[in-house]
């Protein structure tokens, strides 16, 4: 009979250290580049934060802040007879709030007057004034009233405002500034492709230039412009003809065109050094009026012993192969602190802030 045949043993589970040593540096391995990923998205975004840019401060003479004005004064829009409003309170994920329990607001100042101050206007009662948290505002004139949106009907003679409609749409997730066209028809840019704040934050770091551009109208709604880092400011020129749009941590201004479909084409791109916020236009020049943000890092982690600086930027022949851009105002903080918006009338400047107070100036 022949002997059996021996088996060589079978190794016990969890003894093979060849293989434990492989997965420990396979694990080491991705752990390493996890972190190098993560410190080069650190690295962009300080850069695009401009997280260790300073100013230098740019004075104007005739400057006083806004009685009335506290807790921001986010964007401006002025009208021909020189009534402007002021989108003021906004609350925003992550930012500092000087009234953290007060709702939002709308203010208006008669920059006509001798010595013109702001006031808050009445909203129609039905309105959930409460939770209102106002982002940007547009002003359209029509032959019979004047509308925003939230598309409100400013009454002048009562100095209140009428609320006529909220617009709600799949394309408007995270809407940050319009500029209105028509009666319920605006230009809307969406900063953000979330609504929900950590998935905002989340694109923010991983900069996936989701941003858009939307046309709105009762009859059609569509994205005509696409692919920016944070889509911001957004107006529109005197003659009607284009499109301006911030894309505020990429530090450009677009230039779109216009079409009779109201789709969009790009025209050119203006590179700055600065986080470019709402923009405003002089109806008379056609310049472009830009509340900038030199350090955006400050606006995130604020300090009152180091706050965010403000910058004012006027933008000159845009359309020309060398567009001309001046800063007419920088301060430190510790005058006007996270400037978001700059607006011109005759001879008289604008400068809000978003969560800090606004300033008034003659030039």
Same mark, same amino acid.
């Given at each position: 009979? +022949?002997?059996?045949?021996?088996? =060589?043993?079978?190794?016990?589970?969890?003894?093979?250290?060849?293989?434990?040593?492989?997965? %420990?540096?396979?694990?080491?391995?991705?752990?390493?580049?996890a972190l190098a990923l993560l410190g080069e998205r650190l690295l962009a975004l300080r850069n695009r934060? /401009?997280?260790? %840019?300073?100013?230098?401060?740019?004075?104007?003479?005739?400057?006083?802040? $806004?009685?009335?004005?506290?807790?921001?004064?986010?964007?401006?829009?002025? !009208?021909?007879?020189?009534?402007?409003?002021?989108?003021?309170?906004?609350?925003?994920?992550?930012?500092?709030?000087?009234?953290?329990?007060?709702?939002?607001? $709308?203010?208006?100042?008669?920059?006509?007057?001798?010595?013109?101050? +702001? %006031?808050? *206007?009445?909203?129609?009662?039905?309105?959930?004034?409460?939770?209102?948290?106002?982002?940007?505002?547009?002003? @359209?004139?029509?032959?019979?009233?004047?509308?925003?949106?939230?598309?409100?009907? @400013?009454?002048?003679?009562?100095?209140?405002?009428?609320?006529?409609?909220?617009? /709600?749409?799949?394309?408007?997730?995270?809407?940050?500034?319009?500029? +209105?066209?028509?009666?319920?028809?605006?230009?809307?840019?969406?900063?953000?492709?979330?609504?929900?704040?950590?998935?905002?934050?989340?694109?923010?770091?991983?900069?996936?230039?989701w941003a858009n551009v939307v046309y709105y109208s009762p009859n059609e709604v569509k994205v005509v412009?696409?692919?920016?880092?944070?889509?911001?400011?957004?107006?529109?020129?005197?003659?009607?003809?284009?499109?301006?749009?911030?894309?505020? *941590?990429?530090?450009?201004?677009?230039?779109?065109?216009?079409?009779?479909?109201?789709? *969009?084409?790009? !025209?050119?791109?203006?590179?700055?050094?600065?986080?470019?916020?709402?923009?405003?236009?002089?109806?008379?020049?056609?310049?472009?009026?830009?509340?900038?943000?030199?350090?955006?890092?400050?606006?995130?982690?604020?300090?009152?012993?180091?706050? =965010?600086?403000?910058?004012?930027?006027?933008?000159?022949? $845009?359309?020309?192969?060398?567009?001309?851009?001046?800063?007419?105002?920088?301060?430190?903080?510790?005058?006007?602190?996270?400037?978001?918006?700059?607006?011109?009338?005759?001879?008289?400047?604008?400068?809000?802030?978003?969560?800090?107070?606004?300033?008034?100036?003659? !030039?």
């Amino acid at each position: 009979m +022949a002997p059996p045949t021996e088996l =060589p043993a079978r190794p016990e589970r969890g003894s093979a250290p060849g293989f434990r040593a492989m997965g %420990r540096l396979v694990a080491v391995g991705l752990l390493g580049i996890a972190l190098a990923l993560l410190g080069e998205r650190l690295l962009a975004l300080r850069n695009r934060l /401009k997280a260790s %840019r300073e100013v230098e401060s740019v004075d104007l003479p005739n400057c006083h802040l $806004i009685k009335g004005i506290e807790a921001g004064s986010e964007d401006i829009d002025i !009208l021909p007879n020189g009534l402007a409003f002021f989108s003021a309170g906004l609350k925003f994920p992550g930012l500092h709030s000087f009234a953290p329990d007060k709702p939002g607001g $709308i203010l208006m100042m008669d920059l006509k007057e001798e010595k013109p101050r +702001a %006031r808050e *206007l009445r909203i129609s009662r039905g309105f959930d004034l409460a939770s209102f948290n106002p982002h940007g505002i547009s002003t @359209f004139i029509d032959n019979e009233f004047k509308n925003t949106v939230e598309i409100f009907k @400013f009454e002048e003679a009562e100095n209140s405002l009428l609320h006529l409609k909220t617009v /709600k749409h799949e394309l408007l997730p995270s809407v940050n500034d319009i500029t +209105a066209v028509g009666p319920a028809h605006f230009y809307a840019t969406n900063d953000h492709y979330f609504s929900d704040p950590f998935l905002k934050y989340l694109e923010t770091y991983l900069n996936l230039h989701w941003a858009n551009v939307v046309y709105y109208s009762p009859n059609e709604v569509k994205v005509v412009a696409e692919g920016f880092d944070s889509a911001n400011g957004i107006n529109i020129s005197p003659d009607n003809k284009y499109i301006y749009v911030a894309d505020v *941590l990429a530090h450009e201004i677009h230039v779109l065109e216009k079409h009779p479909n109201m789709n *969009l084409t790009q !025209l050119k791109v203006l590179e700055l050094d600065t986080l470019v916020d709402n923009l405003s236009i002089d109806p008379s020049s056609g310049d472009i009026w830009v509340g900038c943000h030199p350090n955006g890092q400050k606006l995130f982690v604020y300090d009152p012993n180091n706050p =965010p600086s403000s910058e004012v930027l006027r933008i000159q022949n $845009i359309l020309s192969e060398k567009p001309t851009v001046t800063t007419v105002y920088a301060n430190n903080g510790s005058v006007l602190q996270g400037s978001s918006v700059a607006s011109v009338y005759d001879g008289k400047l604008l400068i809000g802030t978003l969560y800090h107070r606004a300033l008034y100036c003659e !030039l």
